[in-house]
């Protein structure tokens, strides 16, 4: 269990700690509630905060970019990526003028190749239509390439401190925990309702750290809370999936451009026709192109 000082309230009936869910259970949601709850959460984010570089600025290209990189990844992946990234690509305009091959240089490793054409994508819309400003209403970031419902609330939270309502595993988590112990298949329509009812308007920004830092530390703590959500996927294997092998086929084209099939299959030496199979995926999804039978990135 979290400390308990940490995770109780005073219940004034009986004059003594009560945990939190019981509070909750008897008094229901009211706004002494939602004080609570921030409070648990608030208290364990300013004893411990997790300190990560896309939380130091303000800059919406800096948080879109970690936006991007946390799609389906490791904070710790992102840290050794990141700062990186932003050193080559300071900003929007170089990215959007970068080769798809530089930005794959400093990807690799990351894992996901297609969220480097993504952003790529991204930057040449954004200076194309909005003459280099990233927008910063959610409607607008969902209709640039790659950008779902999530990732365009988490920029409107992050780089624009709006109150937007987003999900995700952290998140997921905390709710998970405090609202529906003794439920399964947990909705997160049911989540986000309370998300929005429980939501610090006036700091969005650093409550939604606070919230994901706190998910953090249930997960040392307890199993994958999110295993009773009704949206819980396992995630495949990595190892010997085609996800793995498009990132083997990149990475050696990243080091030597203009391979042959061939030549490729004899660097990675895998089934033929699983080299075969993703090179026609990689220069469908505009990774590669091919100009006499010999394959560079685009």
Excluded: C
């Amino acid at each position: 269990m979290p400390n308990e000082s940490v995770n109780t309230v005073k219940g004034k009936e009986e004059g003594r700690a009560v945990p939190f869910k019981k509070f909750i259970g008897h008094m229901g949601l009211t706004p002494q509630a939602v004080r609570v709850f921030r409070k648990i959460i608030y208290k364990n984010y300013w004893k411990n905060p997790r300190i990560l570089p896309w939380r130091k600025t303000r800059d919406p290209y800096k948080i879109l970019v970690s936006e991007i990189m946390l799609q389906q990844t490791q904070v710790e992946r992102v840290l050794r990526k990141y700062r990186a990234f932003v050193k080559t690509f300071p900003d929007i305009v170089s990215l959007s003028k970068a080769s798809l091959k530089d930005i794959l240089t400093i990807w690799q490793g990351l894992g996901y190749n297609r969220r480097a054409i993504s952003l790529k994508n991204i930057a040449e819309t954004i200076v194309t239509n909005y003459g280099g400003k990233i927008p910063s209403s959610q409607e607008a970031l969902m209709k640039l390439p790659g950008i779902g419902r999530y990732t365009a609330a988490a920029i409107e939270a992050f780089a624009f401190n709006k109150p937007s309502v987003l999900i995700e595993t952290n998140i997921r988590s905390v709710y998970i925990y405090f609202f529906f112990q003794a439920k399964n298949q947990v909705k997160d329509s049911e989540i986000s309702s309370l998300i929005e009812k429980t939501l610090d308007k006036k700091n969005p920004r650093e409550w939604y750290y606070a919230l994901m830092d706190y998910g953090v530390f249930l997960k040392k703590t307890y199993a994958n809370l999110n295993k009773k959500s009704s949206h819980y996927h396992r995630q495949s294997p990595f190892l010997g999936s085609n996800r793995q092998i498009r990132g083997m086929i990149l990475k050696a084209l990243v080091e030597e451009p203009g391979l042959t099939e061939k030549d490729i299959l004899l660097q990675i030496g895998l089934e033929p026709e699983k080299i075969s199979n993703n090179l026609k995926r990689l220069e469908y999804e505009g990774f590669l192109r091919k100009k006499r039978k010999k394959y560079t990135i685009a």
